[in-house]
């Protein structure tokens, strides 16, 4: 009974910290850009953005306008800025009607979109402005460019993507929406890329240049092994995938750091929440620790953003409505308020009270063995050398250089990714290796630690004024 206690309390602990935050005003989000040389996206107003994406496929596809009401409402409230939905949907997207009866094409071809379908597409993505968030818009999901498996049909050719992707731009068009062609497949043959290209440029087309585009590649693959190069992709999108527990998500995106030209670069599907690991429940479900180890990595080795997933939720599993697609186990309403979705506000809200813009990964700050599992600790500094930010994510010490950093007064404190509370370790001169044991170890004891120039007025992110210097 007092387990059951806990966890209710801690959920409405978590519940009330996020909420008490307001949404961002949609005006931030109306126009994003990439400033040349920077792996960040930065906002209308100059500010970087921080990519919280949420896979939300099948949202204009299985919710009632009431329904996305609720979803919408509470993402914004653990703060999420980028919902990802699909147009035409994976499952039966083609002949299985939307919640008010429409398909969202005639006669299953894309240069006869129903408008009917796209007024309810419409509304969604006007909700979620509303909300503060941007819509990342899958035109469709890839089954019906490359049937590799799924339910399809294949409809596109080079023809009609480019007709398809210049109307739905035209239509969305100044809308706070990010282009996310692909949809969990990659291209196989010549006729895959003329695809794609073809909507990419009716898409650019459409807007005017105006709006952001990336791809969602398959699991364990990566949009820059087939597009890095092509100038309509502003920002690269890799999916680590469901496979394994402790899936190093960084190697991608320290090898898409490197590239050049320099994009943006972000994990747009790891592991779900709530997913069977390698679809065998036998082999246990992905719980928030995994969640977080996935996006603490991703943040730390450069990326400009990240993307949570809940397997409940992409599919919006009714058990009254529909069937369960992978052994799916839970209500998608109550999947909402799992930890990890709420863990992921605490990653941006860190982020957001740094320059977090300037952090530049650095593993030479770590010292001391630090093999490349389930504990592997990563770090970043700051390009101004004034703050950094590492991660153990199964409580293990860390022995960081405070050497390289320039400011005589430092102060130290960890951010607990569970519960996003920080607490003052102390002050530091930057005067070589120092150990930092965390409060509790345990295999999902992880822990963020944070040490910042105590004259700078982000330092001590948390902490009450009178502990930061």
């Known amino acids: 009974m007092k387990a059951v206690c806990f966890g209710i309390c801690f959920l409405m602990l978590m519940t009330s910290r996020v909420q008490a935050q307001p949404a961002p005003k949609q005006a931030q989000w109306s126009k994003l850009y990439i400033v040349p040389d920077k792996r960040v996206i930065t906002r209308g107003d100059g500010k970087p953005f921080f990519w919280l994406g949420d896979t939300a496929w099948e949202l204009f596809h299985r919710l009632t306008k009431e329904e996305a009401d ?39 071809d894309p240069a006869q979109p129903n408008e009917l379908y796209f007024q309810h597409v419409d509304y969604v993505i006007n909700k979620a402005a509303s909300l503060g968030m941007m819509v990342g818009l899958l035109p469709t999901w890839g089954d019906k460019f490359n049937k590799k498996w799924g339910i399809g049909p294949e409809v596109f050719t080079p023809q009609n993507a480019k007709i398809y992707g210049e109307w739905l731009a035209k239509r969305y068009k100044g809308k706070p929406v990010i282009w996310i062609l692909g949809g969990d497949r990659s291209p196989e ?57 402790n899936a190093k998500n960084y190697v991608m995106q320290r090898q898409n750091y490197q590239l050049f030209p320099v994009k ?10 709530d997913h069977p690991v390698d679809w065998k429940p036998e082999q246990d479900y992905f719980n928030s620790h995994d969640v977080r180890q996935a996006a603490w990595w991703a ?32 209500h998608w309403r109550r999947a909402l308020d799992q930890e990890g979705a709420w863990q992921m506000g605490y990653v941006k809200k860190l982020y957001e009270a740094h320059p977090w813009q300037q952090l530049v990964p650095n593993q030479a700050i770590v010292k001391g063995d630090n093999p490349e599992n389930a504990g592997y600790q990563m ?37 607990n990714p569970r519960d996003g509370v920080s607490t003052k370790i102390g002050d530091y001169a ?27 007025p982000w330092a001590g992110y948390g902490l009450p004024k009178n502990t930061k210097k």
């Open 70 to 108: 609720y979803y919408l409402k509470r993402r914004a409230e653990q703060g999420f800025t980028v919902i990802q939905a699909v147009a035409l949907a994976e499952f039966d997207g083609l002949t299985q009607p939307n919640q008010y009866g429409q398909l969202p094409l005639k006669n299953n």
């Open 189 to 245: 043959s010549e006729k895959h890329f003329d695809i794609i290209r073809a909507m990419a440029e009716g898409i650019k087309s459409g807007s005017g240049g105006t709006q952001l585009i990336t791809y969602h590649p398959m699991g364990n693959s990566n949009s820059a092994g087939f597009f890095h190069k092509d100038n309509w992709l502003n920002i690269n999108m890799y999916q680590s995938g469901h496979s394994a527990k």
């Open 264 to 273: 943006p670069t972000l994990d747009g599907e790891p592991r779900y929440e």
């Open 299 to 330: 943040m730390l080795a450069g990326g400009c953003g990240h993307t949570y997933g809940n397997h409940n939720v992409w599919q919006f599993f009714d058990p009254n409505r529909n069937k369960p697609i992978s052994s799916a186990r839970m």
């Open 379 to 415: 770090a970043a500094v700051g390009e101004n050398k004034d703050f950094l930010i590492a991660y153990t994510p199964v409580g293990r010490a860390l022995k960081i250089d405070l050497g390289q950093l320039t400011s005589t007064q430092l102060v130290a404190y960890w951010y």
């Open 430 to 456: 930057n005067d070589g290796v120092k150990e930092f044991k965390a409060p509790v170890v345990c295999p999902t004891c992880d822990w963020t630690l944070v040490v910042d120039d105590a004259t700078k």
